[in-house]
């Protein structure tokens, strides 16, 4: 799905290709994805699917330095 303001895809997609063209990216806080966000300037939603490993680490530190936010652990 995508459009002016949204974009979904249900596919492996490179974090690059995404996040070259978005302002926001929400994910797990993994540290591919944030090491990426951070990389590209993007502003960070992370929802920590697993706090016990790096997701909570990394969602945490992404707010620390008022990159992104961080939410609960779903």
């Known amino acids: 799905f995508k459009s002016d303001e949204f974009f ?3 596919r492996p997609l490179c974090h690059q290709q995404l996040l070259e063209h978005v302002d926001v990216v929400v994910h797990q806080g993994g540290s591919g994805i944030s090491h990426m966000a951070i990389f590209h300037e993007t502003v960070s939603v992370v929802m920590p699917g697993f706090p016990f490993i790096d997701q909570g680490f990394w969602g945490r530190r ?10 609960r652990s779903i």
Not at 63 to 69: A, D, I, T
């Open 62 to 71: 992404i707010q620390e330095l008022n990159l992104g936010v961080c939410g």
């Open 8 to 10: 979904i895809h249900d």
